[in-house]
C-alpha cells in the first residue's frame, strides 16, 4: 500500500522524509524519482532517505498500491486515489518565494523560467498554492494527518509522535533535524528553511495578486487575521489577471 506524502512544492515534503528516515529508520520514495534533485547525487539520497525506483508514474503506483509492504512516495500530484497520506502545508507566501527560487536555480530543468507573477498565479505545472491544498482538503481528507511546516520545524517532537500514531509506527530516536548537513550537500535547494525571509521577499504586484488568489485560504488556515487591502494590479502580466473580476480586485 501507499502512505502519500503530499504538499504544494517546497512546503517540507522532503522534511517529513528525513523525518521518516532519520527517527524511523524508513527508506521513502517519489513519484517522480527525483532524478533532478533529491535522487541526483548519492550523499543527497543517503541523507534524506530516498530510492529510486526506475519506472514511470503509472507503474511504480500500481506497484506500489498491490505491495503488502507500505510505501511512502512523495508527490505534489493532485490526490490520485484515497489511500493514506500525510498531508504537509507551509505559509503561502514562503513556499511560493521558495518554489520561485527552486525553478530558477533548478539548471536540469529544461521548461522555460516562470516570473514569481507566474508561480503565485499557479501558471507552472503543479498550479496554483490555494488548488493544489483544496484538491486533497487534508482538514477534511479520511485516513489523513494534517501537518503544518511551522509546527513540525518548532517542535518536531510533537510531529514525530503524530506521524507514529498514524502510521502506527515505532519512533527510534527523536533526533534533531540534521538541516546543517543538507545545506552543505545542495544550498540551493535547502536555501535557509526560513519562513521571515521568504516572505519579506513577496512584494509589490506579486503580494497583491497573492491576496486576491489566495488571501481567503489564508485567513482559513490561521496565517492572517483578514486579508490587507490591495491595490489596483490591473496592469499586471500574469494570464490569469484578466480572469479575475473587477469586484474581486477590491
Known amino acids: 500500500m501507499i502512505i502519500w506524502l503530499a504538499s504544494y512544492p517546497r512546503s517540507g515534503n522532503t522534511l517529513l522524509r528525513l523525518i521518516l528516515h532519520e527517527c524511523f529508520g524508513l527508506k521513502t520514495w517519489s513519484i517522480y524519482d527525483d532524478i533532478a534533485d533529491v535522487g541526483s547525487r548519492t550523499e543527497f539520497s543517503q541523507i534524506v532517505g530516498h530510492n529510486k525506483h526506475g519506472l514511470d508514474q503509472e507503474s511504480f503506483t500500481k506497484k506500489a498500491s498491490d505491495s503488502s509492504d507500505v510505501y511512502f512516495v512523495k508527490t505534489h500530484d493532485r ?3 484515497d489511500q493514506k497520506s500525510i498531508y504537509i502545508v507551509r505559509d503561502g ?5 521558495s518554489y520561485f527560487h527552486y525553478r530558477m536555480d ?9 516570473s514569481l ?15 493544489h491544498f483544496k484538491a486533497w482538503a487534508p482538514n477534511r481528507r479520511p485516513n489523513t494527518l494534517f501537518l503544518r511546516f511551522d509546527e513540525v520545524v518548532r517542535d518536531p ?7 507514529a500514531a498514524f502510521a502506527e509506527l515505532p519512533v527510534l530516536k ?17 536555501r535557509s528553511g526560513s519562513d521571515t525571509k521568504n516572505i519579506a521577499e513577496l512584494q509589490g504586484k506579486a503580494l497583491d495578486l497573492f491576496w486576491v488568489l489566495h488571501g481567503e485560504l ?13 491595490r489596483d494590479i490591473s496592469g499586471i502580466g500574469s494570464p490569469v ?8 480586485r477590491r
Do not use: C, H
Open 79 to 81: 490526490p490520485r486515489d
Open 93 to 97: 507566501r514562503s513556499a511560493i518565494v
Open 106 to 114: 533548478n539548471d536540469i530543468d529544461p521548461r522555460p523560467k516562470p
Open 117 to 131: 507573477e507566474d508561480v503565485v498565479a499557479g501558471n507552472d505545472m503543479f498550479g496554483s498554492w490555494s488548488d
Open 157 to 163: 517532537s510533537n510531529a514525530i509522535k503524530k506521524i
Open 174 to 190: 527523536l533526533n534533531t533535524l540534521p538541516f546543517t548537513a543538507l545545506q552543505r550537500v545542495d544550498s540551493k535547494f535547502f
Open 218 to 230: 489564508m485567513v482559513e488556515l490561521g496565517y492572517v487575521d483578514s486579508v490587507p487591502p490591495i
Open 241 to 248: 489577471w484578466g480572469q479575475i473580476s473587477t469586484a474581486e
